[in-house]
């Protein structure tokens, strides 16, 4: 199989963040790379060029 980067984007409502966040690292993603052909998953997160 072809190697391939998935890079998905998202902005949350600061309201819900805490709850979207566990749903994504406790659900979402561990559901994502038992799926064929997942290797792995990794979150990142960008902060403001002030280093915020």
């Keep these: 199989m072809t190697p391939h980067l998935l890079i998905v984007t998202a ?4 309201q819900v963040e805490d709850a979207w ?5 406790e659900t979402h993603l561990p559901e994502i790379v038992a799926c064929p052909g ?15």
Excluded: E, I, K, L
């Design 38 to 52: 997942f290797r792995s998953g990794q979150r990142y997160v960008t902060t403001a060029p002030d280093g915020s």
């Design 11 to 14: 902005t949350v409502d600061s």
């Design 21 to 25: 966040n566990r749903w994504y690292d």
